[in-house]
């Protein structure tokens, strides 16, 4: 007996796809924007058991054999944004694109009534995020934004450890991002510009913001950021600065820290640090009066860190089963839906004012400003 093996794919791409023959995918994806992210998408959405990327918008030609070579299934490829959007067989759209395209291409798919799976960040400025949120409400549409990283195993099991209450009432939390993001990766071909990269947090860091804001919880009401920049060649190609360092006011009285670090010259390092009445957690570390265990030594605790810049590496597959599972059960996504992603664009937006204008910025300036 002989078995026949593609000549490129995987055995996982061809169970899913021979499954979804018999059991249709209830989700049908339409990806816009075919780079380095959207490959990624792809194949976690494929790896979902009620979800199939079944067309793809790219600028440039795509093979619909090769595409079904690499990926198990039909996908239909499109070189028209607008084309794939009014395809009825698309009932999701995942927005890939640059930046500085999200928000016309969200909202024209949200009033076609697709669904909506977004990258980060949603869009560079407040009027637009406000926007898209505005036209996905309208719509009633499903929403799920890319901060992947709450969904990876040390921010859940960092989350269980919180809702245990083993760390007590957290009242200083700091996560930062440290990530040189160079010509040796994908994004800094125009990720060095101001209207594609928008800002350090915009381009990145706003994973760690997202973060902080779910660890902590409550409400941010004011921040007070600061920025520099590295001198070194490739970093000084950007048009706005690589580095910043954010402080957050909550309504409660508590602080948290924000550092978004682009210009290193390090290995990628998602710096954890939450301190609570009861004990404290620094990355895979903790002491927690409530083990009785020695504060003069931290316990090691047994979870993957958050330690890639690699998209191929991020638990996209965690976030869209969180998504379509939501979705089934007629619920918003939980943490990242695209209301919540707003609260952390909110913050961001306001850091990069406080930072350009050198004082601390209230969250309700800004969302004046921005409607």
């Not at 950007?238 to 009285?253: A, L, R, S």
Request: charged share 25%.
């Amino acid at each position: 007996m002989f078995l026949i093996v593609p000549p490129s794919g995987s055995f996982a791409n061809l169970k899913n796809s021979l499954l979804k023959e018999f059991f249709m995918a209830k989700y049908n994806v339409g990806i816009i924007g075919y780079g380095w992210a959207a490959t990624a998408h792809i194949d976690a959405i494929n790896a979902c058991p009620d979800a199939e990327v079944v067309a793809i918008y790219s600028s440039r030609p795509l093979d619909k054999d090769e595409l079904k070579q690499r990926y198990g299934s039909d996908i239909t490829p499109y070189r028209d944004v607008k084309k794939l959007i009014a395809d009825e067989n698309v009932n999701v759209v995942d927005i890939c694109s640059y930046p500085y395209q999200h928000a016309k291409q969200a909202i024209a798919a949200a009033e076609a009534g697709k669904h909506l799976i977004v990258e980060k960040p949603l869009a560079l400025s407040l009027k637009d995020v406000y926007a898209m949120q505005k036209a996905a409400k309208k719509a009633g549409v499903g929403t799920c934004v890319c901060f992947e990283a709450w969904f990876s195993n040390q921010f859940q099991s960092t989350k269980a450890i919180i809702d245990k209450g083993l760390l007590g009432s957290i009242h200083y939390g700091e996560i930062d991002y440290y990530h040189g993001v160079g010509p040796w990766y994908g994004q800094y071909r125009w990720n060095v510009k101001k209207r594609a990269g928008g800002s350090s947090l915009l381009s990145a860091g706003c994973h760690a913001m997202d973060a902080l804001r779910g660890c902590m919880d409550g409400e941010v009401v004011e921040v007070s950021s600061y920025a520099t920049q590295s001198q070194h060649k490739y970093f000084k190609k950007y048009e706005y600065p690589t580095t910043t360092v954010t402080i957050m006011k909550f309504k409660d009285g508590r602080v948290g820290k924000t550092a978004s670090v682009l210009d290193c010259l390090q290995p990628y390092y998602f710096h954890t640090h939450l301190v609570g009445s009861k004990g404290s957690l620094l990355d895979n570390k903790l002491h927690s009066e409530d083990l009785k265990s020695d504060k003069t030594e931290w316990s090691e605790l047994s979870m993957k860190l958050v330690d890639s810049g690699d998209v191929a590496d991020h638990p996209y597959q965690t976030q869209f089963e969180a998504f379509f599972d939501a979705m089934n059960k007629g619920k918003d996504m939980p943490h990242t839906s695209l209301d919540e992603a707003v609260l952390s664009h909110e913050i961001i937006f306001a850091a990069d004012l406080s930072a350009a204008q050198g004082r601390p910025v209230k969250i309700s300036e800004i969302r004046k400003t921005g409607k």
